[in-house]
């Protein structure tokens, strides 16, 4: 069973498109997480939720909005999308304590053209 | 705000040898964790060891060891014996212990390119 997974994959769309990826945890985690990794490489949080509660906005566009219908799930939508969003986007999820390993997802490619 | 610089954008090994990649932080908290990733062409993202700021003793996992320096605000990661899928991009993380759940992040360095030569 794949602890946190994540659709789609791979996600190829026009610049202006609305476009949503979805991230889901059997691990019974209490805190999700969106991270960004860059064409360098470079990894960084975007959000973070605990129990469906918005912990960390990191100064992200409000473009992007996440939501988490539930602790199991949380999906991340992006309005408009602009050149500069083609990325990797990770989904992770812990139980939220210190020190906690935080299980990442297969991550989603998003391309924008 | 918490930094991890990793200065080694690639390194190579032979294979069955020893290479060490290197990671320094900057912090003001006394109380925090660091972890290496592993991040293979397949993009998922393996954590390989970790390290809580108030133990002494470097952690160790199989051919995986860590050189924990707190004053020197350094974490090395040495693999010995480096097999062939060992290669890939390694990530040094810093993690505060956050003041509620969520809160805490995990902020990377730029990554380490790790070829490992037959």
């Known amino acids: 069973d794949t602890a946190v997974s994540q659709t789609p994959k791979y996600l190829v769309t026009q610049m202006g498109n609305d476009k949503s990826i979805k991230c889901e945890q059997n691990?019974?985690?209490?805190?999700m997480y969106w991270y960004k990794q860059d064409s360098k490489k470079f990894l960084k949080i975007m959000f973070s939720y605990n129990n469906k509660e918005l912990i960390i906005n990191e100064t992200v566009p409000n473009r992007f909005s996440p939501k988490s219908p539930d602790k199991a799930h949380l999906n991340l939508h992006i309005n408009s999308l602009e050149l500069g969003d083609s990325a990797v986007y990770f989904c992770?999820?812990?139980?939220?304590?210190?020190?906690?390993?935080?299980?990442f997802g297969p991550g989603t490619r998003l391309t924008v053209l | 705000a918490q930094t991890v610089t990793q200065s080694q954008p690639e390194m190579s090994v032979q294979e069955a040898e020893t290479v060490t990649l290197s990671c320094t932080y900057d912090?003001?908290?006394?109380?925090?964790?660091l972890f290496w990733y592993k991040q293979p062409p397949s993009r998922q993202m393996i954590l390989v060891i970790r390290?809580?700021?108030?133990?002494?003793q470097n952690a160790t996992e199989n051919r995986f060891s860590v050189n924990f320096q707190k004053a020197a605000k350094s974490f090395s990661l040495k693999i010995s014996d480096s097999q062939l899928g060992d290669a890939a991009m390694y990530f040094c993380a810093y993690r505060s212990p956050g003041t509620q759940g969520g809160s805490e992040k995990l902020v990377f360095g730029k990554g380490t390119k790790l070829t490992v030569n037959p």
């Open positions: 992770a999820s812990s139980y939220g304590l210190a020190g906690d390993e935080q299980f």
């Open positions: 691990l019974g985690h209490d805190t």
């Open positions: 390290q809580e700021a108030y133990k002494q």
């Open positions: 912090t003001s908290e006394s109380d925090y964790y």
